[in-house]
């Protein structure tokens, strides 16, 4: 867990065990007033519905770059989660839950999805595309010591963000980097508009240096 002013950031793995975990004993240990997670309304929405999205109307609402990203990021979640029986976002989920019995105030702190693969959209290069698959299905595999039922640790996400931002810069750019930015600020605006209130902070793990990182630079502006 990572604290700045009255924040308290839990960063968390989507498929984990133990960060359901991590959330849980969040509540116990910090008792926030305010709980801010990494969804938008769409995304808290769909993980209390088991209704799924028009594979067409996303189509033309995402363009083709982010609705293939959208696709391919779902089947490997779903994967990945089914391989250690946790529903991707259940660390979210757990969360909101939460929230509501100890009557916390919710705050979604992450940009609308739909801008976020429009952009990705927009900024996506082709050759990311194939090379991302071909790496998918046929690359080399790095040989990295790390557990789906756990978080990552440190050096496995500083590993891959460094990898990400070399062989895919607009995955980085869009999906780690403008994110950060986003949610710091949203982080920040919590910290002025409720000083003396408990926050707890759910977030990936991968976001959590990023968003430390932009809070101190708002600090200085």
Request: glycine fraction near 6%; hydrophobic fraction near 40%; charge should be positive.
């Amino acid at each position: 867990m990572h604290v700045y002013k009255n924040i308290s950031l839990i960063g968390s793995s989507h498929i984990s065990e133990e960060s359901i975990r991590q959330v849980k004993e969040g509540f116990s240990n910090i008792r926030p007033e305010i709980v801010a997670v990494e969804l938008d309304n769409g995304r808290a929405n769909g993980l209390f519905e088991k209704k799924k999205p028009n594979k067409l109307f996303l189509l033309k609402a995402l363009g083709l770059g982010g609705f293939l990203f959208y696709i391919i990021g779902e089947f490997i979640q779903k994967k990945l989660g089914k391989f250690v029986n946790i529903d991707p976002g259940s660390e979210m989920k757990t969360a909101l839950v939460l929230a509501k019995e100890n009557n916390a105030s919710v705050f979604l702190i992450d940009r609308e999805i739909q801008v976020t693969l429009r952009r990705f959209s927009k900024f996506f290069k082709k050759r990311e595309l194939i090379k991302m698959i071909l790496d998918l299905f046929f690359g080399k595999k790095e040989k990295i010591d790390f557990d789906l039922r756990k978080v990552p640790s440190e050096k496995v996400i500083d590993f891959a963000i460094s990898e990400i931002k070399k062989k895919y810069p607009s995955i980085y750019k869009v999906l780690i980097e403008e994110r950060d930015r986003y949610m710091s600020q949203r982080l920040y605006g919590l910290t002025i508009a409720f000083p003396d209130k408990k926050i707890m902070a759910v977030v990936g793990a991968g976001h959590i240096k990023g968003i430390l990182e932009n809070l101190k630079r708002l600090e200085t502006q």
